[in-house]
């Protein structure tokens, strides 16, 4: 029997909360709910969701901070949703780790429509340039089974999406690829959320691996194309 993926939805408007868990339940998500900030952290520890619907206005602290602190122990996909439609407020929330921003009021079926395809990014087996062999470029190796990072030797914790973007550039190691190309190898062709998440994540990856974007060792920006591998020496 297929495990059902698992969502949490947090809103401190509950009507709201058990609108969006009924059409989820419908579509054959197992939902938890949390209406304020620190239950929302504490569901997410609890339930190990696979994605969060967070709102940003939240009791208790807000939904920034709740993304903050669940990016410390999780991974899961998160989409975040506000009443303001001002692009500073979306910026803070992909920069703090959000996947996605939907801006209210929206459709269930808009809703349900992105947790779709966001669920639809394909899984490291898709994306191997040999199987079972580590991917080598310059001091970056990738072991794809093990979902293991190193640099020069020494391991480097990582996030899914972030290894998941060092493997779409190290398939393509001396080509440039487009924030358009990387969303439909990590995110899948279904994606249609902001394109910046792209720069946000490739910006924490590169603070994690001490890259420099000025004088990169391993991920050069392409002006007006996306980004690509550093030619090893």
């Known amino acids: ?39 929302a952290v504490t569901m997410a520890r609890l339930h190990q969701p696979d994605l969060i619907v967070l709102d940003v206005m939240l009791p208790g602290f807000d939904g920034t901070e709740v993304c903050r602190q669940i990016r410390q122990f999780s991974d899961a996909y998160i989409i975040m949703l506000t009443a303001r439609d001002e692009e500073v ?65 020494v391991e480097v ?23 358009r190309q990387l969303i439909e190898a990590v995110w899948g062709s279904g994606w249609i959320g902001d394109e910046h998440v792209v720069d946000v994540h490739i910006g924490h990856l590169r603070t994690k691996l001490g890259d420099a974007a000025h004088e990169p060792r391993f991920i050069r920006t392409v002006r007006a194309v996306g980004y690509g591998l550093v030619s090893p020496q």
């Open 157 to 179: 914790s990582v996030t899914r999406t972030e290894f998941d973007l060092l493997m779409a550039l190290t398939s393509r190691p001396r080509s440039a690829l487009t924030r």
């Open 1 to 39: 029997m297929n495990t059902l993926l698992k969502v949490l939805v947090v809103d401190d408007e509950v009507a709201l909360t058990g609108v969006i868990a009924s059409y989820l339940v419908r579509e054959g998500f197992e939902v938890a709910l949390a209406h304020d900030g620190p239950d």
């Open 89 to 153: 407020d979306k910026i803070l929330g992909l920069s703090i780790g959000a996947d996605d921003y939907l801006v209210k009021p929206f459709s269930p079926r808009e809703l349900i429509a992105r947790i779709r395809a966001m669920l639809r990014r394909p899984r490291a087996s898709t994306l191997r340039n040999e199987p079972n062999r580590p991917v080598v470029v310059g001091g970056l190796e990738l072991d794809i089974d093990a979902r293991v990072l190193t640099v020069d030797g």
